[in-house]
């Protein structure tokens, strides 16, 4: 497989998957093209703007929460003018910051999307922790190779479709609150599972709960079609994300890196993979 111009294979080490190509841009607008036959790429190749929602930057189901910070922000602002005391100021201070810190967390930033064939993109920021090889006996009940990544505070927490298919399942699973980056917690803790039938098979995409996010929301249902970098999700206040592909996915990225949902490339699969 040839290397995407401005990229560059890291060299494997010991804790690397034996078929990850690491592609590392140089700079941040590179565009990450996977080499295949050209008229396949130019038939196949597509850009969609990711537009949807222009008129509200934010989350999917974040309207009610920054409605009622508004609110508390307006109520605080009038308290200030009628009582100008140093108490009121501070609790105006707090309220702004407050306000602040919702719209930053439930920010819904609008990507372009570059997809194709095979290209499996990331479904969502953050960084990640964990990539190998371990059987999945709940849903895809085969071998699989999952990526995990950890989603801070300070993370865009919208998540997005990895790879065109169909919805398959769509289940919420109870459990503990455990931290999200401990490898533990992607077993125990309370999430959502989704699969997602594609032409190279199963994959599994599941949003992990952690001690601060203790509500994950999924906006699909069974049997609906998706696209690439298409919304899907949202886990609030500091999560994980476990993306279980084909055992023979030629990894993309390292422990370490951080990605972004919809832009970075994860992995690249074949129709053999399946």
């Known amino acids: 497989m040839t290397q995407p111009p401005g990229c560059r294979t890291a060299h494997l080490t010991g804790n690397t998957h034996p078929s990850r190509l690491v592609l590392q841009p140089e700079h941040s607008k590179q565009h990450y093209n996977v080499s295949m036959p050209r008229k396949q790429h130019e038939e196949h190749e597509s850009m969609k703007p990711d537009s949807r929602y222009w008129w509200w930057p934010f989350a999917e189901g974040s309207g009610s929460i920054i409605a009622g910070a508004t609110v508390v922000l307006a109520a605080t602002v009038v308290l200030w003018i009628v009582y100008q005391h140093w108490l009121s100021t501070a609790v105006l201070v707090a309220s702004v910051g407050l306000w602040l810190a919702f719209l930053f967390f439930f920010r819904d930033p609008p990507r372009a999307i570059h997809s194709e064939p095979g290209l499996v993109l990331s479904p969502g920021d953050g960084k990640v922790v964990h990539i190998g090889t371990e059987r999945e006996e709940h849903y895809l ?43 533990e917690a992607s077993q125990v803790n309370e999430g959502i599972s989704m699969v997602v039938e594609t032409a190279y098979g199963r994959i599994l995409v599941r949003q992990v709960a952690g001690i601060l996010a203790r509500r994950c929301v999924n906006y699909l249902e069974a049997s609906e079609r998706v696209q690439t970098g298409q919304r899907f999700g949202l886990i609030r206040f500091g999560s994980r994300i476990d993306l279980y592909l084909p055992p023979d996915a030629k990894v993309l990225v390292a422990v370490g890196d951080k990605v972004q949902g919809g832009i970075t490339p994860l992995a690249w699969l074949e129709q053999g993979d399946r």
Do not use: M, N
Not at 156 to 181: S, T, W
């Open 141 to 183: 009940q085969a071998e699989t190779l999952r990526i995990s990544l950890f989603l801070s505070l300070v993370d865009v927490h919208v998540q997005r479709i990895p790879l065109d298919g169909r919805v398959e399942v769509v289940e919420h699973r109870p459990g503990k609150f455990l931290q999200a980056f401990k490898p």
